[in-house]
């Protein structure tokens, strides 16, 4: 097997544990959450943003574990703390106690995707970037249709049951991730020390990674919640809705990949954002079946759009620049769902609307789209 692949295969692995169960796997459970009377609506919200908000500490922390400690053994930890939070949710303690360890996580998948994204993009060759990325985003996709698979089975023996199940997932991709990450002594990516000058290109892109952060938040705290309770259709319609995000989460990235490579990532780039702004917001536009299944598929292939953003920047500033330039992008992200997190669980707390919330999010990547259009580019 090509290193470039099993490195790609690790660092999916990697975001299957973090992004894919450590986020988007409570997305399924929050009904459930809420109607077993673990959490009120409000809390289980806020215990969703607190999980963004995680992600922003976490990015805030890379530069100093990359002046203190080496790269493999901050991943491996970061990995197993991840596994650790899976199973503490395991236990009802109550609010505080999943405020807690939700957080942790959030740290965890910010450390994850800055360390394991640009080991691989910067060890892979140019004419594999597509496809490398690809792989790595599909780790994400994998881990929503597992859980949105798996939670609906396991919710009927309890809450305990379902994080268990995860938590079961979550081992897997600890082993998977330590197996393909150990191919990166066989293929060293130097990185400089000083960071590269921020420079108009890349700026956009920054901005564009943090709208982007805006526009997953209706559906990463709300998606399954609004099919369930929102348009009374209940944990099975929302059960489902979950499984087709996976589906659209393994094609779609996949898909992201190819086209990345057949009109170029400037052009691929414009394209998913679109799409996405206009699957985020349709379902309270038009909360009709077909709407939904377009939104649940649309939204899980929003893995993609990480993955041609990060082959765009890989573009842009060269693989040397790559790792500092994708440290701004996560911090972007970690900003922007920072923020908008508990702006939009707010408002919707205060409005008991999803409608102006699922809103906001379709306009952040409508706008995501304007900026990464190339009539921007200065020579």
């Known amino acids: 097997m090509p290193v470039w692949l099993r490195l790609a295969i690790g660092g999916g692995a990697t975001l299957l544990v973090g992004m894919g169960i450590g986020r988007f796997s409570y997305t399924p459970l929050i009904p459930a959450i809420i109607l077993d009377g673990a959490l009120t609506a409000a809390e289980a919200g806020y215990v969703g943003a607190f999980n963004l908000g995680g992600y922003l500490l976490g990015a805030l922390a890379v530069p100093v574990l990359r002046r203190r400690y080496r790269t493999m053994p901050v991943l491996k930890a970061a990995l197993l703390i991840s596994l650790v939070c899976l199973v503490a949710s395991i236990f009802p303690f109550g609010f505080l106690w999943l405020v807690w360890w939700r957080t942790l996580v959030g740290v965890t998948v910010a450390v994850l995707m800055i360390y394991s994204l640009a080991l691989v993009t910067t060890s892979v060759p140019s ?66 020390d000083i960071s590269p000058p ?148 707010a408002l919707f707390n205060a409005t008991g609307s999803y409608t102006p919330v699922f809103l906001i999010g379709g306009a952040a990547m409508a706008l995501g789209a304007v900026l990464s259009l190339p009539i921007w580019a200065r020579s």
Not at 150 to 162: S, Y
Not at 264 to 292: D, E, H, K, N
């Open 127 to 192: 004419d594999r970037l597509g496809k490398a990325t690809g792989v790595v985003f599909t780790g994400v996709g994998v881990a929503i249709l597992m859980s949105g698979t798996l939670v609906p089975t396991l919710l009927e023996f309890g809450l305990a049951a379902a994080w268990t199940g995860l938590a079961i997932v979550g081992t897997v991709g600890v082993l998977i991730g330590w197996w393909g990450l150990a191919a990166a002594r066989d293929a060293p990516a130097p990185e400089r």
């Open 198 to 345: 921020i420079d108009w290109a890349s700026s956009r892109l920054v901005a564009a990674q943090g709208l982007f952060a805006v526009g997953l938040v209706p559906h990463s705290i709300y998606w399954v919640d609004y099919v369930a309770r929102g348009l009374d259709l209940g944990m099975g319609q929302g059960g489902f809705q979950w499984v087709l995000v996976g589906v659209g989460a393994v094609g779609g990235t996949y898909l992201c990949g190819w086209l990345a490579d057949r009109i170029g990532f400037a052009s691929a780039l414009v394209l998913v954002f679109g799409v996405l702004a206009v699957g985020i917001a349709v379902p309270v536009i038009y909360p009709v079946g077909a709407a939904l299944v377009a939104s649940s598929l649309i939204f899980g292939g929003q893995p993609g759009l990480s993955a041609v953003i990060a082959g765009r920047a890989r573009q842009i500033v060269g693989a040397r620049d790559m790792p500092h330039v994708w440290r701004r992008m996560v911090l972007s992200v970690g900003i922007s769902q920072t923020v908008s997190g508990y702006a939009l669980v």
